[in-house]
T-cell receptor, first 117, second 113 residues
Framework: AQTVTQSQPEMSVQEAETVTLSCTYD???????LFWYKQPPSRQMILVIR??????QNATENRFSVNFQKAAKSFSLKISDSQLGDAAMYFC??????????????FGKGITLSVRP | KAGVTQTPRYLIKTRGQQVTLSCSPI?????VSWYQQTPGQGLQFLFE???????NKGNFPGRFSGRQFSNSRSEMNVSTLELGDSALYLC????????????FGPGTRLTVL
């Protein structure tokens, strides 16, 4: 079974600065998807960024980018130019590509990010 | 395009009762997945329905069940409620293929007294 670990429960960043959120995972599969989701206090989960394991290039979405290290099973999220609206809980998630199991997202425990003005 | 909607948003029940939660997916989406979110256990997958069939199931007791209708709307039912069932229940919809993004609803907050 796959597991996702987010070891930092909380982090804080100054507005306009850069912050990196860490995530490690364990799997025996070679092809899979990794995601970062954001859950603001309103609780609606939003996809921030996703990475397909077979792609070596790190995904980027505006101020958000990932550092995907497949051999190390590490998937960190970098938020540049942090904004007050980035304050939320962030979840790292894994999704298999195996038929019959690919609908399930396995989440880490999440990290609460606060942004200081 | 309307997002995923869940009803009710808040619910208070007592132990032993049963509850039904509803999820309406984004138009055109055929897959609905359910997750339970608690402070202690985090987000855990309950089950997924695709075209009215349960396609995947998590490790929850049989008290947790679901179904999907022909219009893709889904319901989940929890019978004989326990205090530990207090949680935020999220549903997510997608077109159903592995490469498709899952879109989450706002959740139903269930409190069991």
């Amino acid at each position: 079974a796959q597991t996702v670990t987010q070891s930092q429960p909380e982090m804080s960043v100054q507005e306009a600065e850069t912050v990196t959120l860490s995530c490690t995972y364990d799997t025996s599969e070679s092809d899979y998807y990794l995601f970062w989701y954001k859950q603001p206090p309103s609780r609606q989960m939003i996809l921030v960024i996703r990475q397909e394991a077979y792609k070596q290039q790190n995904a980027t979405e505006n101020r958000f980018s990932v550092n995907f290290q497949k051999a190390a099973k590490s998937f960190s999220l970098k938020i540049s130019d942090s904004q007050l609206g980035d304050a939320a809980m962030y979840f790292c998630a894994y999704r298999s590509t195996t038929t019959g199991a690919n609908s399930k997202l396995t989440f880490g425990k999440g990290i609460t990010l606060s942004v200081r003005p | 395009k309307a997002g995923v909607t869940q009803t009710p948003r808040y619910l208070i029940k007592t132990r032993g009762q049963q509850v039904t939660l509803s999820c309406s997916p984004i138009s055109g989406h055929r897959s609905v997945s359910w997750y339970q979110q608690t402070p202690g256990q985090g987000l855990q997958f309950l089950f997924e329905y695709f075209s009215e069939t349960q396609r995947n199931k998590g490790n929850f007791p049989g008290r947790f069940s679901g179904r999907q209708f022909s219009n893709s709307r889904s319901e989940m039912n929890v019978s004989t409620l326990e205090l530990g069932d207090s949680a935020l229940y999220l549903c997510a919809s997608s077109f159903g293929q592995v490469e498709n993004e899952q879109f989450f609803g706002p959740g139903t907050r269930l409190t069991v007294l």
